[in-house]
C-alpha cells in the first residue's frame, strides 16, 4: 500500500494492575508528518512511547510502522535490529541516556556498527558527519558524557537515534530538561533535520510553546484517552475541549498577573 | 639599601615542578595503591617462584633443630619438627594465594553472571534464582567445606570449591542490587530500542559499569577468602599439614605459642595479613578511581 501511514496505532490499550494507562488511543503519522501527544503528567502519554518503541508490550490494540507490525516482542535480533532501524527515540533526562563510560563518539560508533556495518574509516567519517549535523565539534564527540553540558548531551543523544536513520523519531519530552535558550537551539536544530532528512517527528510534550513549532498536528490526552485532536495551529489557537482550554490558559502569556497569596 | 627588585625576564615564570604521578595503570591510587601493588607484586613473585627461592628444603626435619630461633643463615629459625621457616613461608605462598584466587575468580564469574542475568530477565526466573541464593547464604563456609569434603577428598581443591560455592551468593545479591538500578537508566533502553542483543548490552555497558564494584566486591572478597582458607586448613579439612600453607601453619605453630615460640604463627600471620590489607587498599583506590570517571 502506497498511501498506508509511517505510523498507524489502533485501539491501543494499556493497563497496569487495575489501572488503565491508555485507554482506545488511535492515531496516525503520515509519512514526513509530525504530531505531538500532550497531557498532563500521568495521562499515558510516556506509556504510549515506550510501547512504540518495544520497551513495553500492549494489553491490547495494534501498532504498526514502516508497514511492520509492532504490536508483539521483536521475534529474534534481526527483527529487534530492523525495528531499530525504523523507529528511535530520544529521552528526557540527558544525565540517564547515555552510558557514563562511552564517549558520544563511540555510542554513536556503535550504533553505526549495528545497523550499517562498513569499515571503521567510513563510521568515523558518519560520526563526524552526524556531529556536525547537530552541531557537536570533535572535542565534545570525543569527551565522556560527564565533561558534557545538558544540552549537549541531548544533542549526542539525538545524534546517537538519528545514526540508525529512524523513519520516526520520538521525543519523549527531549527538550522539557534543558533550559529556554538551550532549548530553543535543539528545537531549531530538529526543525533543520526535518528539513533535511524528510524524518517524522512524534513529540510528546506538555510544553504548548514547543508543540507548536514544531509539529503540525497534535492529540490531547487526559487520563489515558485522547480528548481532542487536530491541526496544531487551530487546538491550540481555537481549542474546543474544556480540558485543552484549561492547558492553554496554564500557559503566563502577556498581560498575566501573579494572584498574590494570601 | 634599596629594595631588592625582581626583574621578571630573569626570573620568569617559576616552572612548575614535574611531579612523579606513578606507574601507568596504578595513576591516581596514591601512595598507599603503590605500596599495595608492591606488595601483591613480592607476593605474586614468591608465590611462583617460591620453592625455587627458600634457601633450605622446607619439608626436611631436623628434631634437634626444632624450636630453635633465628640463627646464622636461618633468619626465621625453626618449627617444631626442625624444619627452615623461612623457606616454608617462601613455599607455602604458592597455596596460600592459589586459594584466595580460585576462590574470588570463581565467585565473581557465577555471581556476576547470576546478578545480570536476574536483574535482566526479572519476573519467575529472578524469583526462582534469587530464593536458593538465599537458601545457600543459610549455610556458612565453614559448614560447606565440611559437607564438600565428606564427598571429596579434603584438600585445597575442595576447600576452593566449598568458599566458591559460599561467597557466591553474597556476590549474586549486592551486585544484583546494582544491577537493578543500572538496567532502570535510559542508556539502557535506548541501547534495547536500537536492537543490540541483550547480552551484548549486557557484557558491553551493564557489565562495564558494574566493574568498579566487581573489582571492589572481590578484593574484599580475597580477604575473606584467604582467612577463611587458612581456617578451613586449620580444621583439617583444606590443605593437609606436611604441605607447607600459611594457614596451616599459623595452626601449627599454636601449640609454639604456647610453648613460648611463636616465631610460626607470627610470620605466616604477618604474611596473611599483609596481603589482607594490600589487596583491600588497592582495590578500594581503583574503585574510587574508576567511579571518578562518572560522577
Known amino acids: ?262 | 639599601m634599596s629594595a631588592i627588585e625582581l626583574d621578571p625576564t630573569v626570573v620568569g615564570p617559576v616552572p612548575a615542578t614535574r611531579r612523579w604521578r606513578g606507574v601507568p595503570g596504578l595513576r591516581g591510587t596514591g601512595v598507599a595503591g603503590h605500596l599495595s601493588a608492591l606488595v601483591l607484586a613480592i607476593a605474586g613473585v614468591v608465590a611462583v617462584f617460591g620453592q625455587w627461592l627458600a634457601p633450605h628444603d622446607p619439608d626436611l626435619t631436623n628434631l634437634s633443630y626444632a624450636f630453635v630461633g633465628p640463627i646464622e643463615g636461618h633468619p626465621l629459625g625453626f618449627d617444631s619438627q626442625g624444619r627452615d621457616l623461612l623457606s616454608r613461608i617462601l613455599a607455602g605462598a604458592r597455596s596460600s594465594l592459589l586459594g584466595p584466587t580460585a576462590v574470588v575468580t570463581l565467585a565473581m564469574i557465577v555471581g556476576t553472571f547470576l546478578a545480570v542475568a536476574t536483574a535482566w530477565k526479572g519476573g519467575r526466573f529472578d524469583r526462582w534464582v534469587s530464593a536458593g541464593l538465599d537458601v545457600l547464604f543459610a549455610f556458612p563456609a565453614i559448614v560447606l567445606a565440611i559437607i564438600v569434603s565428606v564427598i571429596v577428598e579434603p584438600s585445597l581443591m575442595s576447600a576452593t570449591i566449598a568458599l566458591s560455592i559460599a561467597y557466591t551468593p553474597y556476590i549474586a545479591r549486592v551486585l544484583r542490587s546494582a544491577a537493578l538500578r543500572e538496567r532502570a537508566r535510559d542508556y539502557i533502553a535506548a541501547l534495547e530500542v536500537q536492537g543490540l542483543r541483550a547480552w551484548i548490552i549486557c557484557v558491553r555497558h551493564l557489565g562495564r559499569n558494574l566493574l568498579p564494584l566487581i573489582v571492589a566486591q572481590g578484593a574484599v572478597l580475597f580477604g575473606y577468602a584467604m582467612v577463611d582458607l587458612a581456617a578451613i586448613s586449620f580444621l583439617g579439612l583444606g590443605v593437609r599439614p606436611p604441605q607447607a600453607d600459611w594457614g596451616v601453619m599459623v595452626s601449627t605453630g599454636q601449640s609454639g605459642v604456647l610453648q613460648g615460640y611463636p616465631l610460626e604463627s607470627l610470620s605466616a600471620g604477618v604474611c596473611i595479613i599483609a596481603v589482607v590489607i594490600a589487596v583491600n587498599i588497592l582495590g578500594e583506590r581503583l574503585t574510587e578511581r574508576a567511579n571518578s570517571v562518572t560522577r
Open chain 1, 1 to 262: 500500500m502506497a498511501d498506508e501511514p509511517l505510523l498507524d496505532v489502533v485501539a491501543l490499550r494499556k493497563e497496569f494492575g487495575a489501572h488503565v494507562a491508555v485507554d482506545d488511543v488511535s492515531f496516525q503519522i503520515a509519512e514526513g508528518g509530525s504530531l505531538a501527544i500532550v497531557g498532563e503528567s500521568g495521562s499515558g502519554k510516556t506509556t504510549i512511547a515506550k510501547m512504540i518503541t518495544g520497551l513495553l508490550a500492549p494489553t491490547s490494540g495494534t501498532i504498526r510502522a514502516c508497514g511492520h507490525d509492532r504490536s508483539r516482542p521483536a521475534k529474534g535480533a534481526a527483527e529487534r535490529r530492523r525495528r531499530g532501524g525504523e523507529v528511535q527515540i530520544v529521552f528526557q533526562d540527558p544525565y540517564s541516556s547515555l552510558d557514563p563510560r562511552q564517549s558520544g563518539a563511540a555510542a554513536i560508533d556503535e550504533v553505526l556498527a549495528l545497523h550499517r556495518g562498513g569499515s571503521a574509516d567510513e563510521r568515523r567519517d558518519r560520526v563526524a558527519e552526524l556531529g556536525a549535523l547537530v552541531g557537536l565539534d570533535d572535542r565534545q564527540l570525543h569527551a565522556l558524557p560527564r565533561a558534557l553540558s545538558g544540552g549537549q548531551r541531548q544533542r549526542v543523544a539525538i545524534a546517537r537515534a538519528l545514526a540508525a536513520e529512524p523513519r520516526l523519531l520520538i521525543l519523549d519530552e527531549s527538550v522539557a530538561a534543558l533550559d529556554v535558550s538551550i532549548q530553543a537551539q535543539v528545537l531549531n536544530l530538529l526543525a533543520d533535520v526535518r528539513a533535511e532528512t524528510g524524518i517524522s517527528y512524534l513529540l510528546i510534550s506538555h510544553d504548548l510553546a514547543v508543540v507548536r513549532q514544531i509539529t503540525d498536528d497534535v492529540i490531547v490526552m487526559r487520563n489515558g484517552q485522547v480528548v481532542e485532536r487536530g491541526a496544531t495551529r487551530e487546538v491550540l489557537d481555537a481549542p474546543q475541549h474544556e480540558y485543552t482550554q484549561l492547558l492553554r490558559a496554564s500557559v503566563p502569556a502577556p498581560g498575566w498577573t501573579p494572584t498574590r497569596r494570601a
